[in-house]
């Protein structure tokens, strides 16, 4: 193998193993007795997508398990996919379609599900390319697609089998209506934000009578569809008016004044109109009531058939001001007022979204949500962190029925059929739908024209990825899943739903063992669900196209590696808290990748010093235990503590913790403590045999700081890993991962060792603080009341001597000052260093007391600053806060400087 460039390029790595893994079949699981599997399934993203910072730490997050799995010796299994995205994909092809000057209905529905299908096929697997680049394992042999033949076999089983056993129908309810692409939308896909309109007051004069009902309305034009008027039974102002008519304004028709719970005697007048065909909450008061249901709309929000003719045709938003204008002319409009509410808008165009009755298709959900939010009570599904089970047994216990109908054409259609005589019933294929029928061979059909709501083939992911309705090894051996990695915002569009899936279709489906899945141990889809953080900016700001503060993933791995993005996205999110990221914190990353590569480098330059022909024949199996001193003895220590909390924060879902970890032990332990220290080994003047022990074990400690690192920097690790020895092509992610051996975890040892270090740094520190050249060694004298911290100095003092060039070492005795020195304490004993011939006494105490001047002229500035009361209130708070923290160190900067010119002084 090549020897190691000077400098650490990703260009130059991350493309070439990829290939190598994904070549070699090193992504790939396969059904293996006696093996454990470990399996994670993608949240598959849109066809549509393309790579975000969300995406890369969710994939991240998952990589790194999936990898630590599969090193662990579990049969670790990835599966990746994409999902069809019906309204999302729909929409990127009309609008090309458009661009043309054409559009589906131009086109027909076969020929415009052909072109989606021929848009899918060019730039459909753009994303997954783009997760290669990241580095993510999955088994790309399995990759699935929501519209696959697989998994449509298993929306059109699951749809049967739920309406067969009564759990899906067809039945008419106030549905969320996108009027832009004329389809129904579940209450997941409806966003809502406050929005600054009015509140009408408009008086229904009271037939026989001289009153008037005086109700209030946020949505004047939908009074045309009124059916009554309504108030609380126990409200006292209106109890005589119930029962009586009132005279609908601008339309003339009779309606009744009703009592009903429901209506908010504090809102408004504390009378409402009723409106049962454009209000979810009006719908029900109607069923309550029997009244009638007039719609006033077409799908695309113009008023209908059922209004006055000088109506008829007008947008919702025109005819609003006509019929405002009109009330107003004809003395109905007694007051208009500003009010805030919330406004439904689609998810996808941002259209407002309109109440709308029509006939759709429902999934009766309550009989599937109870066993669902059982196994979460009862632990057979977590949730890290755990304070997101609230938030699902809110959205269980309050659930509704899922309407699963869209109008639109790219998707999986209904598999219902109708007959002739308008008779329907849902069937997998004609032939069935006619035997179901009562018809013959010849009978034609029609296929309901709806499709599914695309999360109707999302909720039966973790099954219908391996095979299901088909039993099969693969659905018997990796389902349940393990883990899934996903955001909160899709608890119950998606992870509720799929918790459902599971538990109603595996109950029929054999176990690993062959055998009927009776607990609900082996129903659930799986063990674990991990809740992302949201992706911010510095600032605090979710990422967004339009603030233009979201970085392209792409870029920043073409600038700083794939290795730097995984490790910095990974080390910043901490387990229920969101992220602040910005391009430039990758070099933490990027930095970390460098020290590795430094430290191999090093090693591999030793290494070929000190074994001659035997380097890359090496074996770094066992671990050699010959010739140890204090640093071996401490970095073995050190290790295995790693190991073991690096287990524990991944078990744990302690992503970050897991990477300080990691990077606390190779970055501080590792490179700028073990290596310096096995230096005065490899330089000294020990046997030769004893330096190749020496370096055996530092490069066994580096094999296994670097499986350690893999499964969050796969690329930079299995590059390194190559050049340890002849590896005869096996490669790192195939490796064992390290396991904790407790005879090298001592107390002790680390104990010593914490205070050599803080020895060293305090010589260190005193020579940095007194401007003494590198180039010159110092005395040291120690002062210690316990004999154990002079047994150490005196047994270390090699160390000592090397990292902080020093060239003698002596004890003083109790009482004892040397005359101009500098001294510093470390665990109770003094140590001291004479400055006398090192530095130019004079010159020194000068610049110290210059330097002391500027900072307290800056800290008398800050002060003056600080006391100004226009500076303090009208400057913003980060303003104000970083000159209060920048007087704090100066003030700690002068004492410092203090202390060291009064040593000067004797």
Sequence with gaps: MQELSKAYNPKDVEERWYRFWETNGHFHAEVRKGKTPYTIVIPPPNVTGILTMGHVLNNTIQDILIRWKRMQGYEACWIPGTDHAGIATQNVVEKALAREGTNRHQLGREKFVERVWEWKGEYGDTIVKQLRKLGVSCDWRRERFTMDEGLSDAVKEVFVRMYDKGLIYRGKYIVNWCTFHQTALSDDEVEYSESKGNLWHIQYPIEGTSEHAVVATTRPETMLGDTAIAVNPRDERYKKLVGKKALLPLVGRKIPIIADEFVDMSFGTGMVKVTPAHDPNDYLMGQRHELPQINIFDETAHLNESVPKQYEGLDRFECRKQIVKDLEAQGFLVKVEPHVHNVGKCYRCHTVIEPYLSDQWFVKMKPLAAPALRVVHEGKVRFHPQRWEKVYEHWMTNIRDWCISRQIWWGHRIPVYYGPDGNFTAARNEEEARTKLGLDASTPLRQDDDVLDTWFSSWLWPFSTLGWPKDNEDLRFFNPTDTLVTGPDIIFFWVARMIMANLEFMKSEPGHDGKPRKKEDDLVPFRDVYFTSIIRDAQGRKMSKSLGNSPDPLDVINEYGADALRFTTAYLAPLGQDVLFSSDKCEI??????????????????????????????????????????????????????????????????????????????????????????????????????????????????????????????????????????????????????????????????????????????????????????????????????????????????????????????????????????????????????????????????????????????????????????????????????????????????????????????
């Design 589 to 906: 990353g990027r930095n970390f990748a460098n020290k590795l590569w430094n430290a191999g480098r090093f090693l591999f330059m030793n290494k070929t010093e000190l074994m001659s022909q035997d380097a890359m024949a090496l074996d770094l199996a066992p671990l050699p235990a010959e010739h140890l001193d204090l640093a071996d003895r401490w970095i073995l220590s050190r290790l295995n503590h790693a190991i073991k909390d690096f287990d524990h924060a991944l078990s744990e879902f302690h992503v970050n913790e897991a990477t300080k970890v990691i990077y606390d032990f190779v970055w501080h332990d590792f490179c700028d403590w073990y290596i310096e220290l096995a230096k005065t080994r490899f330089y000294g003047d020990e046997q030769a045999e004893v330096k190749r022990i020496v370096m055996t074990r530092a490069l066994w400690v580096f094999d296994r700081a670097l499986r350690l690192l893999h499964p969050v920097m796969p690329f930079v690790t299995e590059e390194l890993w190559q050049h340890l020895t002849d590896r005869k092509g096996l490669s790192l992610m195939r490796a064992d991962f390290p396991t904790v051996d407790e005879q090298w975890i001592d107390g002790r040892t680390e104990e010593d060792m914490a205070f050599v270090q803080n020895v060293i740094s305090a010589v260190r520190n005193i020579r940095g603080e007194n401007n003494i050249a590198p180039s010159k060694e110092v005395a040291v004298l120690v002062r210690s009341e316990t004999p154990e911290s002079l047994a150490v100095f005196a047994t270390y003092e090699k160390y000592l001597k090397k990292l902080a060039r020093v060239s003698s070492m002596g004890t003083i005795d109790s009482g004892v000052k040397p005359q101009l020195a500098s001294s510093a304490v470390v665990q109770g004993t003094e140590i001291f260093v004479p400055l006398e011939g090192l530095i130019d006494l004079g010159a020194e105490r000068a610049r110290l007391e210059k330097e002391i001047a500027r900072l307290e002229s800056a800290v008398e500035g800050i002060r003056k600053k600080l006391g100004n009361p226009q500076f303090v209130d009208r400057a913003p708070q980060e303003v104000v806060q970083k000159e209060r923290e920048k007087m704090e160190s100066f003030h700690s900067n002068i004492d410092k400087l203090r202390l060291n010119l009064e040593q000067l002084h004797g």
